[in-house]
């Protein structure tokens, strides 16, 4: 298992390839050599409904549409912001004043409109479509709550000078706009604790939408080489299963994990007495509650507070911000400081 594509037909436009590229080169870097599927569909169609791509792993499922900001090529991230509403036209702005459209016509204005538009027909062609669907067929509330939406930026924005006056409380369970750079990462902490694929499900989703593999990468990533396999110790958690009579360790950690004020949980107890599987219960809870989750095995491996860095920094799109970590001279409290707000951003 690794990274896959399938291709419905070619990206007509030059900045879904470069953004296309960009993404996959940093997913190959992370998961060229995971023991899990992850299936990338370029340019699928369903009922009408044009996207950029469909990304698929065992347990998300998510439509990218990407966005080329045209006249903030070669600036920095902290020099753009985004500004719009939820049925009007989106700007961006860069720093100095100038102002413009995000492009295209009709929904295609507006970011949120465009990937809703998106949801509804994918939803309506996946209950048509129930062959290759964990524990399919699905209804149409089952299929809505199991499509994640994201808008993805090149070459990026400001988070903390964007305006977007979007119903957030009823949208940011499946909503999300980032720049490019975040993209690998939030595919790789996603979890819908509704879904289980397995790979061949994915692969049989991509074929009933018309894409074939391609298995020259190099036609989208032309500088891709491979690099050698290092150790990960970030993996993704095990489908959680159902608890029996844990149901106050249960209220506990879904109440520490809404409390602000707690930032470490620690379950202890003898060797099989099942921690593994409360904390298995309690990361999949957290991703209900719109957490980012990482899981880490430590029974197979040293895990020190180096390693650890070094893991992250290996995850980090920002090369600069990973070679502070990487450092020896750098003070571990600085290497902690920039791990943490990678982590917590």
């Not at 500088?223 to 360790?249: G, Q, T």
């Not at 750098?330 to 707000?341: G, N, T």
Request: aromatic residues 10%.
């Amino acid at each position: 298992m690794t990274v896959e594509v399938y291709l419905c037909e070619k990206f007509q436009h030059r900045h879904e390839r470069r953004a296309f590229g960009r993404f996959l080169q940093e997913m190959l870097d992370r998961f060229g050599e995971s023991t899990d599927l992850y299936l990338i569909i370029g340019e699928p169609e369903a009922n009408t409904a044009s996207m950029d791509m469909i990304v698929l792993t065992h347990c998300a499922l998510i439509v990218v549409e990407l966005k080329e900001l045209t006249y903030a090529e070669g600036l920095g991230s902290l020099e753009i912001s985004l500004n719009g509403t939820e049925k009007g036209g989106w700007e961006y702005s860069l720093e100095g004043g100038s102002t413009y459209n995000m492009g295209g016509v009709g929904k295609d204005q507006n970011p949120y409109q465009q990937v809703k538009d998106h949801n509804y027909k994918l939803r309506d062609w996946l209950t048509n479509h129930p062959d290759f669907l964990p524990g399919g067929p699905w209804s149409k509330n089952e299929a809505i709550r199991r499509i994640y939406s994201w808008v993805v930026v090149s070459p990026g924005f400001t988070k903390e000078k964007t305006k977007l006056d979007l119903p957030w409380e009823k949208i940011n369970r499946w909503f999300k706009i980032l720049p490019i750079d975040e993209l690998a990462w939030e595919v790789e902490t996603a979890v819908n604790t509704e879904l289980a694929f397995t790979a061949e499900q994915m692969v049989g989703l991509a074929t009933q939408l018309g894409a074939t593999r391609k298995e020259n990468l190099r036609e989208f990533v032309p500088n891709y080489v491979p690099e050698a396999p290092r150790l990960s110790f970030f993996s993704r958690p095990p489908v959680s299963k159902r608890i029996i009579n844990r149901n106050e360790e249960r209220k506990i950690l879904s109440d520490a994990l809404k409390d602000a004020q707690v930032s470490i949980i620690c379950i202890g107890g003898p060797g099989g007495i099942g921690k593994t599987h409360l904390a298995t219960w309690a990361a999949s809870e957290a991703a209900r509650q719109n957490f980012s989750v990482l899981w880490v095995e430590c029974n197979e491996r040293e895990v020190t507070q180096e390693s650890v860095l070094t893991a992250v920094a290996d995850r980090m799109s920002d090369r600069y911000q990973a070679a502070l970590i990487h450092d020896p001279e750098q003070r571990i409290s600085d290497k902690l400081e920039v791990a943490l707000a990678f982590l917590l951003r």
